[in-house]
C-alpha cells in the first residue's frame, strides 16, 4: 500500500493555470501506475489522466486533453498534473490514485490506492 496526498488545489480563474502534485509515501513509488480522476459536485468521477510507472506512457481524457498535462519524479516520490488554460467546467475535487502495476491507464477500478483529494474551484 502507498499513502498519497494531493496538494496545489485552490481558486482560480477561467483561463488560468494551477499545477496539482501528489507526494507519495509507504512504498517504492517507482512501481506504481498513477491516475488522476476528478468529481465535480453532484457528477460521477471522471478520470483525467494517467501515467505508467516509468513515465514512458501518458494517457489523457478528450476533455482535458491538449490543457492539462500529467508528469512524474520518481527520485521526489510525487506525480503532478500541470493545468492550463482551466474552464468553469473543470472545477471539481481532484484525487490521485496509485496501483502497483507498470500501467493501469485511465479504468479507476483498477486502482488501489487514493488520497483524500484537492478543490479545484474555477470561476467565471
Known amino acids: 500500500q502507498v499513502q498519497l496526498e494531493e496538494s496545489g488545489g485552490g481558486l482560480v480563474q477561467a483561463g488560468g493555470s494551477l499545477r496539482l502534485s501528489c507526494a507519495a509515501s509507504?512504498?517504492?513509488?517507482?512501481?506504481?501506475?498513477v491516475g488522476w480522476f476528478r468529481q465535480a459536485p453532484g457528477k460521477e468521477q471522471d478520470a483525467v489522466a494517467a501515467?505508467?510507472?516509468?513515465?514512458?506512457?501518458?494517457y489523457y481524457s478528450d476533455s482535458v486533453k491538449g490543457r492539462f498535462t500529467i508528469s512524474r519524479d520518481n527520485s521526489q516520490n510525487t506525480v503532478y498534473l500541470q493545468m492550463n488554460s482551466l474552464k468553469p467546467e473543470d472545477t471539481a475535487v481532484y484525487c490521485c490514485?496509485?496501483?502497483?502495476?507498470?500501467?493501469?491507464?485511465?479504468?479507476?477500478?483498477?486502482?488501489?490506492?487514493w488520497g483524500q483529494g484537492t478543490q479545484v474551484p474555477v470561476s467565471t
Open positions: 490514485a496509485a496501483v502497483g502495476t507498470s500501467n493501469s491507464r485511465l479504468l479507476s477500478t483498477t486502482y488501489k490506492d
Open positions: 509507504g512504498r517504492t513509488f517507482s512501481n506504481y501506475a
Open positions: 501515467i505508467s510507472r516509468n513515465a514512458d506512457k501518458t
